[in-house]
């Protein structure tokens, strides 16, 4: 198993349900964002900037999960990021938003477990758990 397929699984088995209802090669989208330029912290930076600092708090805290809709999640990701995604899986750019704007915050929720964000990015982060769980 590769390094990149470690992390989609680690993040799939974490969110199971969801990843049900979404579409196949969803989860590897959602773990670019998160772990390859976009950073989890730079990305819920994001979100506070649009306006939605208020529901990704909600994400991150041991409370309900605020929903976003999927037009909010165009305004955060960008138009060109969504587009580029719909392509890579071939779906519209509204099943796109649509099924991010449902699989977004369960993924930052399973990742925030304690209610902060984790230090460092992503990837080093389930590196170093997958490290730790293997001594």
Known sequence: MGFFDAIVSQVEGAISDAIQESHPGMMDEVTSLLGGETSLSSLVESFKENGLGEAVASWIGNGQNLPVTAE?????????????????????????????????????DRLTPDGELPEGNLVENLLEGLLASKS
Do not use: F, M
């Open 72 to 108: 909010q999640i165009r305004s955060v990701l960008g138009s060109e990021q969504v587009q580029s995604i719909a392509e890579k899986l071939g779906i519209s750019t509204d099943d796109v938003a649509e099924k991010l704007s449902a699989l977004l915050p369960q993924v930052i």
